[in-house]
């Protein structure tokens, strides 16, 4: 197994690492061990889990450069780097589905967060048949804008809309969830969008070959 197939791995633990942290957060009586850090709506479970998140982003960047860079590129990289891309980012979204600030609010909508499950699993079905045929689906401008984005949104989120709960609080009440969604929104946005690029590009893979 080479490097870049290593690291991607790497990425795949770190997702699981974060399930496995943030999950603490639902054991009764968690604040127990786990209180609010003061003036904030968050704890050291959160912390944990945003910057699991982060490491494991960053793991995303450093496997792709090394595999192009060195030539590395395999059928088991295809696999492992798109599964363990989607396994942290997902779960990371559905983690937060569960998220809720002041008023019962939502930091993202547990709908926004089906419609991004939904178009990854359209988008890496679609992969996998084109990598059957040879064929690779190549990045294009709003799919990188959209991963910028899911790595700035996804910790906000997990830290309770912190910076912007301070600069959106009025009259003690915490708009934060308000950016946090449009953010979110726009994000799944570019997501839908590059995802129809994609099929647009590569429609013809999904025809049925003549015998």
Same mark, same amino acid.
């Given at each position: 197994?080479?490097?870049?197939?290593?690291?991607?791995?790497?990425?795949?633990?770190?997702?699981?690492?974060?399930?496995?942290?943030?999950?603490?957060?639902?054991?009764?009586?968690?604040?127990?061990?786990?209180?609010?850090?003061?003036?904030?709506?968050?704890?050291?479970?959160?912390?944990?889990?945003?910057?699991?998140?982060?490491?494991?982003?960053?793991?995303?960047?450093?496997?792709?450069?090394?595999?192009?860079?060195?030539?590395? @590129?395999?059928?088991? +990289?295809?696999?492992?780097?798109? %599964?363990?891309?989607?396994?942290?980012? $997902?779960?990371? !979204? *559905? =983690?937060?589905?569960?998220?809720?600030?002041?008023?019962?609010?939502?930091?993202?909508?547990?709908?926004?967060?089906?419609?991004?499950?939904?178009?990854?699993?359209?988008?890496?079905?679609?992969?996998?048949?084109?990598?059957?045929?040879?064929?690779?689906?190549?990045?294009?401008?709003?799919?990188?804008?959209?991963?910028?984005?899911?790595?700035?949104?996804?910790?906000? @989120?997990?830290?309770? +809309?912190?910076?912007?709960?301070? %600069?959106?609080?009025?009259?003690?009440? $915490?708009?934060? !969830? *308000? =950016?946090?969604?449009?953010?979110?929104?726009?994000?799944?946005?570019?997501?839908?969008?590059?995802?129809?690029?994609?099929?647009?590009?590569?429609?013809?893979?999904?025809?049925?070959?003549?015998?």
């Amino acid at each position: 197994m080479n490097t870049p197939n290593k690291i991607s791995l790497t990425r795949l633990f770190f997702a699981i690492l974060m399930v496995t942290v943030y999950s603490l957060n639902f054991i009764p009586e968690s604040s127990s061990f786990a209180p609010k850090i003061p003036t904030t709506d968050f704890n050291w479970i959160d912390i944990t889990s945003a910057c699991i998140f982060i490491i494991g982003s960053i793991t995303d960047a450093i496997d792709g450069k090394i595999a192009r860079k060195r030539n590395l @590129i395999t059928d088991l +990289g295809k696999f492992i780097d798109p %599964l363990a891309d989607k396994f942290l980012v $997902d779960a990371a !979204f *559905i =983690l937060l589905a569960t998220r809720k600030g002041m008023g019962d609010t939502f930091y993202i909508y547990p709908f926004l967060v089906v419609l991004f499950v939904g178009r990854d699993i359209a988008v890496d079905g679609l992969r996998m048949i084109a990598n059957s045929k040879n064929r690779v689906l190549a990045a294009n401008i709003y799919g990188k804008i959209k991963t910028v984005m899911e790595m700035i949104i996804i910790p906000v @989120i997990f830290l309770s +809309g912190f910076p912007f709960n301070y %600069l959106l609080k009025i009259n003690g009440f $915490d708009y934060s !969830f *308000i =950016l946090t969604n449009v953010i979110a929104g726009l994000t799944l946005l570019m997501s839908w969008i590059s995802g129809s690029i994609y099929f647009k590009e590569n429609i013809d893979v999904l025809r049925e070959e003549k015998k």
